[in-house]
T-cell receptor, first 114, second 114 residues
Framework: AQSVTQLDSHVSVSEGTPVLLRCNYSSSYSPSLFWYVQHPNKGLQLLLKYTSAATLVKGINGFEAEFKKSETSFHLTKPSAHMSDAAEYFCVVRKRNRDDKIIFGKGTRLHILP | GAGVSQSPSNKVTEKGKDVELRCDPISGHTALYWYRQSLGQGLEFLIYFQGNSAPDKSGLPSDRFSAERTGGSVSTLTIQRTQQEDSAVYLC????????????FGPGTRLTVL
């Protein structure tokens, strides 16, 4: 069975400081992992995805995530937060090479302090 | 090309009435998902269709909820005898069957049960 855990429901950082949103997964198979972002009153947008190539994945808006199999983690980071990064972020897991539903984490709301 | 579309964008109904929500996935996408997002909550998986396989209904909260996907394309989510706790944004997503698939989300239907 697959599962995904986002360890923080809310994260607050000051503008210009680093962002870390934590995600741990559980999967019986080699997974594909995704981060989605949802800005207020906007639709869900893919931020980045890992599908077995490089373990460090770069996404849009300066975000990146590192797949660490030994830690079963896929944390999302950004060196310097911007006010426009305030949004809800979802970590997602699915089996690779298999037909199966995609599992969303419960989300982390990122607050940017001026 | 066209993205995932959903209709209606907003639906207000009275408690006890039935509602139908429609999703038009991206052409050629074999997978279709329904999610529910309540105010301030993450995404709750409802149901998953993959090609001609039997749908995964494990997320449907009660037997008042059902969904169909006709001809492997358009899907309809039906909620019978609506309750106030059914009020939420209902999101539809579709994806292709390729290894590196990505979910593409529709704009959602905001359901309000009075």
């Amino acid at each position: 069975a697959q599962s995904v855990t986002q360890l923080d429901s809310h994260v607050s950082v000051s503008e210009g400081t680093p962002v870390l949103l934590r995600c741990n997964y559980s999967s019986s198979y080699s997974p594909s992992l995704f981060w989605y972002v949802q800005h207020p009153n906007k639709g869900l947008q893919l931020l980045l995805k890992y599908t077995s190539a490089a373990t460090l994945v770069k996404g849009i808006n300066g975000f990146e995530a590192e797949f660490k199999k030994s830690e079963t983690s896929f944390h999302l980071t950004k060196p310097s937060a911007h006010m426009s990064d305030a949004a809800e972020y979802f970590c997602v897991v699915r089996k690779r090479n298999r037909d199966d539903k995609i599992i969303f984490g419960k989300g982390t709301r990122l607050h940017i302090l001026p | 090309g066209a993205g995932v579309s959903q209709s209606p964008s907003n639906k207000v109904t009275e408690k006890g009435k039935d509602v139908e929500l429609r999703c038009d996935p991206i052409s050629g996408h074999t997978a279709l998902y329904w999610y529910r997002q309540s105010l301030g909550q993450g995404l709750e998986f409802l149901i998953y269709f993959q090609g001609n396989s039997a749908p995964d209904k494990s997320g449907l909260p009660s037997d008042r909820f059902s969904a169909e996907r006709t001809g492997g394309s358009v899907s309809t989510l039906t909620i019978q005898r609506t309750q106030q706790e059914d009020s939420a944004v209902y999101l539809c997503a579709s994806s292709s069957i390729t290894v590196s698939d990505t979910q593409y989300f529709g704009p959602g239907t905001r359901l309000t049960v009075l």
